[in-house]
């Protein structure tokens, strides 16, 4: 050490920390180790643009990219009892919820809006990963519910995305009894004619898989995304031995025939607008006609501080595996 | 008689008081009826003071207990004429769904459930009550019969879930339960379901789905197991105990909850005690049940199926 490190480097240091850097500018990528810039991440919908590896993405900055210029209302969901059994494990259910609440922004693991894709009206429904896990509980229930019923009402197809660790435990039997109920809003769309479309992303497993998202007229995957009722740890315990590579991923399942096409996040928006004006025997969608979603840029979310960084996870009734734990935002 | 880990002190009163009877037998003029009956009413007590209020956990292992009757038993007590129908006419016929036309008193029913299986080469024949894929497209099947020909359906519940296999996985484990909810929830006929041991979580609700719920009274119901959930939620699976304590899945929580409908009583000491009374208590349960349909038409029945499961969640347990 002499006076030069002591001096000019925690200037130097000082300098650059000053300036507002969160440290969530770069992320990662998962699968090939690509560190990729914020911008450029959100630009390419959080695919990695180094191996396509489709990373999670929040459900406003999924519909900000999805509905025609970024535009759309959301459906209002009506409001649950809130910690019916008084769930305490280590830690109290309503002290999970609200760190995942605190950790992004949300109030709870589904958003419900409607608008226009390609200037067809729809709703649509996008489960959160990064709100425990995704986990489908009384809320979830009453979002698919609720977007069904705005579905029927307004006449429109609904465009549900998945992605979930399964049932939320913490609300016990009556997280199970959401599969009856979400089938239920799946039967109501059917019983008006109006297309149910799911998009199954990466990890879609459980109860949730057994339930609506697999209910779907057309079921589309995520390239990749892991797919399941047990997760594999699960099955590989069961078993005993290991799985194939790539077991349990959309292309295995679109192989098995449990699903109609994996198809890539960038291409998503397109296809779905073909196919709903199909189904809704409307004229095909004219390109000029269609303006560039301007993306819209939500200014990061602060980053959780230090003591509350979000916990993992705590999802799943079948898949406790529920793979990373989502990149705080 | 199997005994559960807590009643070991049970077990050896009990072979106490077979001990001295034995000896009895063995030695003419020897008088132990006194004796005998002592620890007999010794045991009486003991069973009473540890079956007035098991913990969940506790309640867990009266579930799962392997001399408590499972599905063919009720099926061969209960019901006349039964036609066990089989496959799934896609790829195989499971063994730990069983299914068929049956008669109920007389009437004509189609009645599903799972079999656990009672020793060790009928439970990995039924595969411990574990359905597959091709189990629970039976059970459509079969309910899809049911509806066309419009007879009631009775399920009985007992399995710790969905099996989670390879090939079960690639041929649709979850695509299958989603539909055999759906058909569930189909039906023009009534539906009644038992829950009569474990329900496991998805495998359960895809028979469970009915316009009337009982549970025997020890049996469970659950999201989870709960090993399972103290893995995941206490990252340690001993701790069962607390688990099953806080994922309320004993019949009296969820009958406080609105999720059944019915608490069927047990003999003292649980259905194994008493397999007997309590097939017939489940029989006389299901008959009166479906009396209550008597006389509504197919839109009704679906209508109020789906009312009750679009209502749930309405009421919560007071802390």
């Known amino acids: ?329 | 008689m199997t005994y559960l880990e807590f009643e070991k002190p049970l077990a050896e009163i009990e072979g106490k008081a077979e001990e001295l009877r034995a000896l009895a037998r063995k030695t003419p003029g020897m008088d132990v009826d006194k004796e005998a009956s002592a620890l007999d009413k010794k045991a009486a007590d003991m069973l009473r003071e540890l079956y007035k209020g098991l913990t969940p956990w506790r309640k867990c292992q009266v579930a799962r207990h392997p001399d408590r009757p499972h599905c063919k038993d009720y099926i061969e007590a209960l019901f006349t004429d039964f036609t066990p129908l089989a496959g799934d006419r896609n790829f195989a016929d499971d063994h730990a769904v069983m299914g068929g036309l049956a008669r109920l008193s007389d009437r004509p029913v189609v009645v599903i459930g799972h079999e656990k299986g009672h020793d060790t080469r009928t439970r990995i024949e039924r595969n411990f009550g574990m359905a597959r894929p091709e189990g629970y497209r039976k059970a459509i099947r079969l309910m899809d019969m049911a509806d066309r020909f419009n007879l009631p359906v009775i399920t009985l519940v007992d399995t710790p879930g969905a099996y989670p296999g390879k090939g079960a996985e690639e041929r649709g484990q979850a695509e299958a339960i989603a539909r055999s909810t759906e058909k569930c929830l189909e039906l023009g006929v009534p539906l009644v379901s038992v829950v009569i041991g474990e329900g496991g979580s998805g495998g359960a609700v895809a028979f469970a789905t009915a316009n009337r719920v009982a549970m025997l009274e020890h049996s469970v119901y659950s999201v989870i197991s709960p090993e399972g959930c103290a893995s995941i939620l206490w990252k340690d699976s001993d701790k069962m105990r607390e688990a099953a304590e806080a994922l309320r899945l004993t019949a009296q929580d969820l009958l406080k909850l609105g999720v059944i409908d019915r608490i069927i009583p047990e003999p003292l000491g649980g259905a194994q005690r008493g397999r007997e009374d309590t097939i017939a208590a489940v029989g006389r349960e299901i008959e009166a049940l479906l009396r209550q349909f008597d006389g509504k038409d197919r839109a009704t029945l679906k209508a109020e199926r789906r009312r009750k499961f679009l209502k749930m969640g309405a009421q919560g347990l007071a802390a």
């Open chain 1, 1 to 329: 050490m002499n006076w030069i490190s002591n001096y000019v480097r925690p200037k130097i240091n000082s300098l650059f920390s000053r300036r507002e850097m969160p440290e969530n500018l770069w992320t990662k990528c998962p699968e090939c180790g690509t560190m990729l810039f914020h911008r450029e991440l959100s630009d390419n919908l959080n695919v990695c643009t180094s191996c396509d590896h489709h990373l999670p993405i929040s459900p406003r900055d999924r519909f900000a990219t999805f509905f025609d210029g970024g535009i759309y209302t959301e459906v209002p969901v009506p409001e649950p009892l809130a910690d019916p059994l008084a769930f305490r494990d280590q830690k109290k259910y309503p002290d999970r919820l609200r760190s995942a609440q605190k950790a992004t922004a949300e109030k709870e693991a589904m958003l419900v809006a409607e608008g226009e894709i390609g200037r067809t009206p729809i709703v649509a429904a996008c489960q959160d990963f990064g709100f425990m896990a995704g986990s489908m509980g009384m809320y979830v229930g009453n979002a698919i519910i609720a977007a069904a019923e705005r579905a029927v009402e307004r006449r429109r197809p609904l465009v549900l995305f998945s992605a979930a660790g399964g049932a939320r435990m913490q609300e016990g039997i009556l997280s199970l009894m959401q599969m009856p109920r979400t089938t239920v809003a799946v039967q109501m769309l059917r019983e008006a004619g109006l297309p149910y479309i799911v998009v199954l992303t990466h990890p879609t497993t459980g109860g949730v898989t057994a339930s609506y998202a697999m209910l779907g007229d057309v079921q589309i995957a995520e390239p990749n995304a892991l797919i399941c009722f047990a997760g594999p740890r699960v099955i590989e315990q069961t078993i005993r031995e290991k799985l194939p590579e790539g077991f349990q991923r959309a292309e295995y399942l679109l192989d098995h025939g449990m699903l109609d096409r994996v198809t890539h996040r960038q291409k998503l928006r397109e296809e779905i607008i073909i196919i709903l004006r199909m189904l809704l025997r409307m004229p095909p969608p004219v390109a000029a006609d269609l303006p560039a979603p301007k993306p819209v840029h939500h200014e990061p979310v602060a980053p959780a501080s230090a003591e509350t960084t979000p916990e993992a996870p705590a999802p799943a009734e079948a898949a406790p595996e529920a793979p990373q734990t989502p990149e705080p935002k």
